[in-house]
């Protein structure tokens, strides 16, 4: 099944490129990562931001969502912290297992250990424990959004403005079900979600509803050091 599923890279500018695949988290996640002459990262949310002002909000990567490479772990009566690198990254098929409807596993969160939580707080911002929305205008200033997007914090709002978009909405766990986890802090990945949908509105979704057992689009990057041969046009890789 891995080697069929299709990998389509569909931006390649002169310094990096990009590319998307569609599959349960975890196929999905290998295949990005590991497949010569693919082989990407998972895309980060400030890169993502810039992949959308480069490529403008019309494009594949503006108009359409995916999952990031950052994460929310959710602490029971505790301030959620969203994280840089997700501790799903270390164990995606065990992430994407616990997932899985199929065999009536309905949860969709992840339990890491106390090393990966502690390693993944070096590098994080508080979180809001209720859904919010935060207005363009305060991207430059707002703490979540300097931390997920950096310095394209304020050209992003921009971009969403020419949209039409004022607001960015934080998604997150319904926290009453937080709260009876039994003290145990646990997991989420983050989808970015894209411009061309009303209800996603380029949101950023750390809830419940996202379930890794499913088809979920996963985005990665290359950046590169030398000019690679220049090719405009969308290519698919398959094994």
């Known amino acids: 099944m891995e ?3 299709e990998i389509i890279e569909d931006v390649r500018p002169c310094f990096f ?8 988290f975890d196929w999905a996640y290998r295949r990005i990562t590991n497949n010569p002459p693919c082989s990407l990262e998972m895309i980060s949310l400030e ?6 002002m480069l490529m403008g909000s019309s494009h594949e990567v503006s108009r359409e ?15 959620p912290k969203l994280v840089s690198y997700s501790p799903i990254l270390r164990r995606p098929e065990e992430a994407t297992e616990g997932h899985d409807f199929e065999r009536g596993i309905c949860l969709s969160e992840f339990y890491p250990s106390e090393s990966e939580i502690e390693t993944a707080l070096k590098n994080s911002t ?9 207005l363009t205008r305060d991207f430059g200033s707002n703490s979540l959004t300097r931390f997920a997007f950096g310095f394209s914090a304020e050209p992003y709002a921009q971009l969403l403005e020419s949209r039409e978009i004022h607001s960015l909405s934080i998604i997150p766990f319904d926290p009453h079900t937080v709260d009876l986890r ?5 997991v989420t990945q983050v989808y970015f979600g894209g411009l061309f949908y009303y209800e996603e509105q380029s949101c950023l979704d750390a809830s419940e509803n ?5 088809n979920q689009r996963v985005r990665g990057i290359k950046l590169y050091n030398t000019v690679p041969a220049s090719n405009s046009n969308p290519t698919a890789y398959k094994g």
């Open 210 to 214: 996202i379930y890794l057992s499913e």
């Open 3 to 5: 080697n069929e599923i």
């Open 17 to 24: 490129r990009s590319a998307v695949a569609c599959a349960p």
């Open 126 to 134: 508080d979180f809001p424990r209720e859904r919010t929305e935060i």
């Open 182 to 186: 039994g003290g145990r802090p646990f």
């Open 65 to 79: 969502g995916n999952l990031v490479r950052e994460g929310v772990i959710y602490f029971p009566n505790g301030t």
């Open 47 to 52: 890169r993502n931001v810039q992949l959308r």
